[in-house]
């Protein structure tokens, strides 16, 4: 089944048997170059009782639409995720820095330069996790849009928490077990035909 008939066999079933409660923000202050409005439909099947379609419609500062993204997700809890719209951060504008971040969770959507090039990109949660934290979805931008990036959303998958911009690295830190944390240092570097290639630099317990 293509996405898209995915995306509307679920709305066929919350129009069917599902409670479906809606929230839209409108998020101007995250970046200077665009402004992100997302819409998050929630609705409650047998297996997945947390299920939701989250929307994020990019649009430049003029108010033209650059681009929508759909992500479908079983696991994000009514009660947590997506609730409050100040729930988001920037590292471009600086909104929210400075707000504790509990359990792994920066927040339902965060803008910053991802991959060093002076882009804003920006990542926004796609399931709750574990122990580990939400795990993301991380978009970065060229000069056709915004795309998902394979390795940050299924291999980093949590957010980092050490941005070095000098050295190109980002650094997870994640719950290993009840006395450790796992801390991975993921490293960019440039491939021949001059396309991004990140690869693990160190990993270790702490």
Not at 110 to 129: L, T
Request: proline share 1%.
């Amino acid at each position: 089944m293509n996405r898209q008939r995915y995306i509307l066999l679920l709305f066929l079933i919350c129009s069917i048997d599902c409670n479906l409660k809606s929230q839209t923000c409108n998020h101007i202050d995250l970046s200077n170059k665009f402004d992100i409005k997302t819409t998050i439909q929630r609705f409650k099947k047998n297996d997945f009782p947390d299920s939701c379609i989250i929307t994020a419609f990019i649009t430049s500062k003029s108010n033209l639409e650059i681009q929508k993204i759909i992500i479908t997700s079983d696991y994000l809890l009514g009660d947590s995720s997506f609730i409050l719209c100040n729930n988001v951060r920037s590292y471009i504008t600086n909104k929210n820095v400075n707000v504790e971040v509990v359990d792994n969770d920066y927040g339902d959507l965060i803008v910053a330069d991802f991959n060093f090039d002076g882009c804003d990109d920006f990542a926004i949660k796609r399931e709750e996790g574990g122990n580990g934290g939400p795990l993301y979805n991380f978009y970065i931008q060229d000069e056709n849009g915004f795309h998902l990036d394979d390795f940050l959303s299924n291999s980093v998958i949590f957010f980092p928490t050490y941005f070095d911009k000098n050295k190109k690295t980002l650094t997870t830190l994640v719950h290993a077990n009840a006395y450790q944390l796992r801390e991975t240092i993921y490293k960019l570097r440039k491939k021949k035909n001059n396309k991004d290639k990140w690869i693990i630099k160190r990993q270790r317990l702490i």
